[in-house]
């Protein structure tokens, strides 16, 4: 971009106060509003943090103060801040710091060994070594490793490894034992330990147990370095043109939001942040005086994060539990957001939500609860990044007749489902590009489409470009609630905008996942920019 301070004539015969007017213009783009009605402009001004005005270059810059300072956008195409609906900072933050052992990374007990040795030897003995993003399926050995794959490899360091789903962990001997788990541990209701058939010894593999290990571990396993972690990850997300997000941590309480508070205070984040409250911390954080939409545009306190699993084969809570939670919510004055994967848990769910509540994820939705979600009036937080990401491993292992209604993006907008997209990082790379690319084209990171809906054309669970970018945006806005404030390029919205490389509504849908942000604008302020 080429910067230059422009000396508008027009600013002599205003009577306006300099302090209200435009102090910066972006010119020359082409400005996809997302807003209805109003779609394409080409500059846009903006005053402090706030979008000033939107419309043609000659109108736009009649309005500026002297001394504005012109970012010339060189044709390229602007769009409103992107929101990540959906995803987890701290575990995401963790696995920036942590050992890789995703599938990219490891392809076997063996190398998932060899790298934790690799971190053994710069690592203090009582300090933890994490690991995350292994997935027992793509491991040569095809299983989870065991507390004593993981001695062999550090035996003298407490090891936590996590699974890819965010839904396993393994531990090493010395970890378990940190973490107070041994034969006579019983199983948590929320999820189980697995234990040798014989001995009823605990081989480390731990599910649907994070929440439990963090009240057992305090946050001695994952807080240490978090801040690091973080600022890398805001970092990487405004390079991606993300502006907000959402944080949907289960187990979010006061401890949380007065880390992010000082986290925020300090200035070095530029991501403003949306913090779920952990349905069993509603109470802690109600008694200091906090409620939905608690805090400022920085930091927010969102909806109740509510998990329904099926882990142990019956729906968790059941029915009665989840009822008493959601009206619970409700009656401290927060909406809900329901973790809801399978069928019969997003059934559940679409049982007890209503206009303002969320269903997160809602992966597999057949034609017939479409229509139940759609009574609800509540919106869908959905990840079509996964169809990209992981829908390979779907069309080998996922039920053929179910593939067609898997993150059913198509069904659910075509019904009128309000739609929002996250990236549910760390399980997937927070990359919006990718997402958006699956929504529209329902295909695989290796090049395969999935069928389409049977008896239905083709194109049935495809949404079109303008319809996936909305979803990023104002969808996102939508959920938790600030749509008065972001979302579109909209006179009196926030100026969270960002710049990218080519026009998504005009370049061929294969290109969408390669689209790059160049820069990023966080109320006003260029907070990323690439250098081109
Ligand atoms: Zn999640």
Redesign the pocket.
């Known amino acids: 971009m080429r910067q230059t301070t422009e000396q508008p004539t027009a600013a002599t015969r205003s009577s306006q106060p300099a302090a209200g007017r435009p102090d910066l213009l972006l010119v020359n783009a082409r400005v996809l509003t997302l807003e209805r009605g109003k779609p394409a402009a080409e500059a846009v001004a903006v005053t402090g943090d706030t979008i000033a005005a939107v419309g043609r270059r000659d109108q736009v810059s009649l309005l500026a103060a002297p001394g504005a300072r012109t970012i010339d956008c060189q044709g390229m195409t602007l769009l409103p801040g992107l929101i990540d609906a959906?995803?987890?900072l701290l575990a995401t933050a963790a696995s920036m710091r942590g050992v890789d052992c995703s599938p990219d990374a490891v392809s076997s007990i063996h190398d998932v060994q060899m790298a934790l040795r690799r971190r053994v030897e710069t690592t203090p003995e009582d300090r933890w070594i994490r690991g995350f993003g292994y997935d027992d399926v793509s491991l040569a050995e095809g299983r989870h490793p065991t507390r004593w794959d993981l001695d062999q490899a550090a035996p003298n360091h407490p090891v936590r490894l996590d699974h890819r789903s965010?839904h396993a962990t393994v531990m090493n001997s010395l970890g378990l034992s940190m973490a107070g788990i041994g034969q006579d541990t019983p199983d948590p209701p929320q999820g189980l330990i697995d234990r040798e058939p014989q001995t009823g010894e605990p081989t480390g593999l731990l599910l649907e147990l994070a929440g439990w290990l963090r009240e057992r571990l305090g946050h001695s396993g994952d807080e240490a370095g978090f801040q690091e972690g973080l600022y890398r990850l805001d970092r990487m997300l405004l390079s991606y043109g993300i502006t907000s997000v959402q944080d949907?941590g289960p187990d979010n309480g006061l401890d949380r939001w007065r880390t992010l508070v000082s986290i925020q205070a300090s200035g070095q984040l530029s991501c403003r942040v949306t913090m779920m409250a952990g349905a069993s911390k509603l109470q802690e954080l109600v008694s200091e005086g906090l409620t939905w939409h608690s805090g400022d545009g920085r930091l927010r306190l969102g909806h109740a994060k509510l998990m329904l699993t099926l882990t142990t084969g019956a729906l968790h809570p059941n029915m009665e539990d989840l009822r008493d939670q959601v009206d619970q919510a409700h009656g401290m004055g927060f909406p809900v957001a329901i973790?809801a994967v399978e069928r019969e848990a997003v059934e559940a769910a679409a049982s007890v939500v209503s206009a303002g509540d969320r269903i997160?994820?809602c992966a597999e939705c057949p034609a017939e609860l479409v229509a139940q979600v759609r009574s609800t009036g509540a919106t869908v937080v959905t990840q079509p990044g996964f169809l990209y990401w992981n829908g390979g491993r779907y069309i080998q292992r996922v039920d053929p007749e179910l593939q067609p209604h898997l993150y059913p993006v198509g069904a659910l907008h075509r019904a009128g489902v309000p739609l929002a997209f996250?990236s549910?990082s760390p399980?997937a790379d927070p990359n919006p590009w990718p997402a958006i690319y699956g929504a529209v084209t329902r295909t695989t990171r290796d090049g395969t489409k999935f069928p389409p809906i049977a008896g239905m054309s083709a194109t049935s669970q495809e949404v079109p470009v303008t319809a996936a970018l909305r979803m990023q945006t104002i969808g996102g806005a939508h959920a938790d609630g600030s749509e008065d404030r972001k979302g579109t390029i909209s006179r009196g919205k926030l100026a969270d905008l960002v710049l990218v490389d080519a026009d998504p509504t005009e370049v061929e849908p294969d290109r969408l996942k390669d689209i790059r942000a160049v820069m990023t604008i966080v109320g006003g302020q260029v907070v990323w920019s690439s250098g081109v």
């Open positions: 959906h995803c987890h965010g949907a973790h997160e994820h996250g549910d399980v």
